[in-house]
């Protein structure tokens, strides 16, 4: 029991004096950790909310994808410092680390090991037996990192003359490259190619990472080679485009791309179409794949020009450019547009969760039922998804159909949930497609995924600098993202690309370079 605060210690025994003593400095103790507890839960509960909102929170507050991402990474990161350290404790130079709580991750059995055996100080028997024998041992990985190495590849070519005669001098050819007389190996422009367009790293990041590492390059130079890399792919992604307009059934979405306009100093509103082909779904033989092309604008002329020499089912979004496209198409290259029930949905999703209307709730729960037979039948032959369609979407779009027409009579045309509703009248013809052939889509997330990469590089190099520049992402994202798309390494992809291009491959062989046909070296 503690003394009371006005007791003068120095009256007592120094016995019982000590003995206070240790108590008074037991509570502080204690009353120290209690506080410091409470801080901790309370830095826990502040990171758990925001991570839950987050996740969780409304539409309207919620991060954009790579945004959420950052955000998880620091929340994360905080979390494991505060669980980290015991309540009040400093850092010390040496912890046993506490039992893993989390997925730690795992190595691939195929990773390079290299084995650091620890022997014990002293093997010999302290009871003075002798040498102990190894009777086990316990085994312990952990992922090393190393630095990207740079090294310059440094090509002899020796000559050799007759010593009897002046006319015999022989050398070997030198080694093909595609930049002649320029720095970077075909392996060397993949790394360029890919840190931009597939880890969104702008040229001047790069160039100042590579300057830590003693490469003094300067950011137009990788400019440069970027632009003739792109020159030289630039007709396998033109045989890709081909290869996809050849089929009757395609995706395609447009995304901005602010470009800078010399001109004024500042930018202007460029565009990505992408022209993509996704048959997974239904167990399609065509690979996947997706071609972008850069457009100053957004208008039906650029669209149509993208498509020029493709016939058949388009699946889009309510833009109205593919209406002005499809009705200016004769007979003898028509072009169906399917139009997408993700679309509608999202738009119902907006006016739910500003207003609570019980209409919007009602029109979701309708779409949802039909998503849940997709979600059956996703993977199934076509064949086997247009059977299920017909006997069980068509009874529910047909009765969507009619409390539509309902919904509409009840509210204003000009209200919020009329604008929204008015979305599947003007498209019905396009929504109700995919009930007569399973090879169509309900909605167009193939090609909005594809469309996602190209957000993030726009938000990292804010613009491109030119409308050649766009023309240039354009190309090389394509590549990539189908090399993506078929399970393929973009670096291992362009590196062996760059360099059968270089060695001279011929144009009559390039389906060969197309990304879904590569076979990557076992060496």
Known sequence: MAPPEDIDLSALPP??????????????????????????????DHLVRELRQAIYGKRSEKLAADERQ??????????????????????ARAVTPAAARRNIGRLPADLPRIERVIEPESTLCPC?????????????????????QLRAIVTIRPRYACRRCRGAVVQAQAPARLIEGGLPTEAALAHVLVAKYADHLPL?????????????????????????????????VDRMAEELKRGDRLFMDETPAPVLDPGRGKTKTGYLWALARDDRRW?????PAVVYGYAPGRGAEHAERLLHGFAGVLQVDGYAAYKTVSRGRGPEAPLRLAHCWAHGRRKLREVFDRDASPIAEEGMRRIAELYAIEAEIRGQGADARLAARQARSVPLVEAFRTWLDAARARVSAKSRVGEKLAYFARHWDGLVLFLGDGRIEMDTNPVENAIRPLTLNRKNALFAGHDEGGRAWARIASLI????????????????????????????????LLPWNFQPSSS
């Open 15 to 44: 016995a019982l004096r000590a003995a206070f003593e240790v108590e008074r400095a037991a509570r502080l103790a204690l009353e120290a950790e209690v506080a410091a507890l409470a801080e901790r839960n309370r830095r826990l």
């Open 481 to 512: 993202e189908t090399c993506k798309l078929n399970g393929v390494d973009p670096l291992a992809w362009l590196t062996a690309t760059l360099e059968a291009i270089a060695a001279g491959h011929p144009n009559s062989r390039i389906d060969d």
């Open 204 to 236: 001047y990041r790069q160039a100042q990472i590579l300057a830590r590492s003693g490469v003094e390059l300067d950011r137009s130079t990788l400019a440069g080679w970027v632009g003739k890399a792109a020159f030289h792919l630039g007709p396998i």
């Open 70 to 91: 950052l955000s998880f990474e620091d929340l994360e990161t905080a979390i494991s410092e505060v669980e980290a350290a015991p309540a009040g404790a400093k850092p």
């Open 128 to 148: 003075g037996c002798g040498e102990m024998a190894r009777i086990g041992e316990d085994r312990s990985e952990r992922l090393d990192i190393i630095p990207a």
């Open 283 to 287: 167990g399609g033989a065509d690979p």
